[in-house]
């Protein structure tokens, strides 16, 4: 698919966006994290892994380590971990993907409202959007802990519409990943898909799911 953007956002008053692989390239965070963390305990990272909990909640995902590598630790203390592990990391090396803090800035010239909507936590988000001067810009922040389900499910879409106070169909989503760009469209919103390099195996698939396609944020300014 091939899109010139002008009718991008035809009928919309939102955009929502995902944080991780969408907004910010940061996936590589979280593949080092892995790494150390079940390193640590012991463990090898399987190949699936980031397919498995990519679109899992951060609980959901401390859920999931702590049932399929036996961890003793609670899930409060994983999730502690991954955020003292991750936070110099989000506030000093994860940055914004090109031309994404511009386009940001055309949104709200334009009056478009902008909502994220997030698996990572309240920590991790705001340390890396304060140091990339974009936090201010977002009218809402939704994370998938509010709703206690993942984003292959509507639900945390419904929600950062709701606090947008606009309807699902006037808002357009911008995801990377197959399961939270189906989760979208069931919330009855429009998608746009993204390119991110670690999950560039599965691009073809989310370009037949989405309604259009980019490759980086330059495109649309």
Known sequence: MEYKYNDLLKD???VLFD??????????VWQQIDIEYLSK???AVPNNLNDEITHLSFTQTAEYFKKRFSLEDSIEDIMNDWNTMAYNHYKN????????LQYLLNLKNKGIKIGLATSNSMNLLTVTLKSNNAFELFDSITITDEV???KSNPDIYLLAAKKLNVDPSECMVFEDIIAAARGAKLAGMKVTGVFDEHSKHQTDILKEECDNYIYNYEDLI
């Not at 944080?19 to 590589?28: K, Q």
């Open 12 to 14: 919309k008053r939102a």
């Open 19 to 28: 944080l991780d692989g969408t907004l910010v390239d940061s996936m590589w």
């Open 93 to 100: 090396n994860v940055k914004l993907k090109p031309g994404a």
């Open 41 to 43: 305990k012991g463990h």
């Open 148 to 150: 206690k389900k993942s």
